[in-house]
């Protein structure tokens, strides 16, 4: 693992500003990444592939990134749905930082950078990607996913992206068991790409 702690919640690492082109098939950007915020240097192979995947995207209305870092899976966001409104969350204050930044550098004006704290408790998206913390633990992480996974609307979709090897089958076991409608759509490279919607009770339809 990088000796770079970025699961601190704030980094006391020194800075170390690199920036990273980030090229999809649709649009490019680019951005600064830092020590003490994973990837430093690089955008992560898994946040690539969650990217570069035909994913349902709403158009319009408030979206979120759990997760941000330095803000690749928002800026992507944005881009791709200027109507919308993405909220980009982290816990670590340098990520959010450096997130901010990147929207600013690239013209984004429709991402609002914020402390998970921060957000309206009754704010709902149409729309959840993440490449989530998985090394804060198991129940750490299935807390997060209930929290906000559980604050999808109705008709929204989220996205998750997950190592093979750090347990993303039985991740896709639990968000089933816990009323998230789970199918995988890719896998490569040691990652399992995650699509999921709220599972309807034929009563609530
Ligand atoms: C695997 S990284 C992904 C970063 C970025 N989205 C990317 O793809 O490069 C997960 C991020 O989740 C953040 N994180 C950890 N615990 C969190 C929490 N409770 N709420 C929100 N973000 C958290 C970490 O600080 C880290 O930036």
């Not at 559980?150 to 039985?170: F, I, T």
């Amino acid at each position: 693992m990088s000796s770079d702690q970025y699961f601190d919640d704030d980094p006391t690492v020194p800075s170390n500003p690199l920036t990273v082109d980030v090229t999809l098939p649709d649009t490019a950007f680019t951005m600064e990444t830092d020590r003490g915020v994973f990837s430093h240097g690089h955008l992560d192979t898994a946040t690539s592939l969650l990217l570069r995947a035909e994913l349902p995207l709403a158009a319009a209305g408030t979206l979120l990134d759990l997760g941000c870092g330095a803000g690749p899976i928002a800026l992507t966001m944005a881009r791709r749905s200027p109507a919308a409104t993405v909220w980009a969350i982290d816990v670590n204050a340098r990520a959010r930082d450096l997130c901010a930044r990147n929207a600013e550098r690239n013209g984004l004006d429709n991402i609002v950078v914020a402390h998970p704290d921060e957000v309206p408790a009754d704010l709902r998206f149409a729309t959840i990607w993440s490449n989530p913390p998985i090394r804060v633990g198991k129940q750490a992480l299935h807390d997060l996913l209930l929290t906000w996974l559980g604050r999808l609307s109705p008709d929204g979709h989220g996205a998750l992206v997950v190592q093979k090897h750090l347990g993303a089958d039985s991740l896709q076991r639990w968000l089933i068991d816990h009323g998230f409608a789970t199918e995988r759509v890719a896998s490569k490279s040691g990652f399992r790409l995650f699509t999921l919607t709220l599972q309807h009770h034929e009563d609530q339809r």
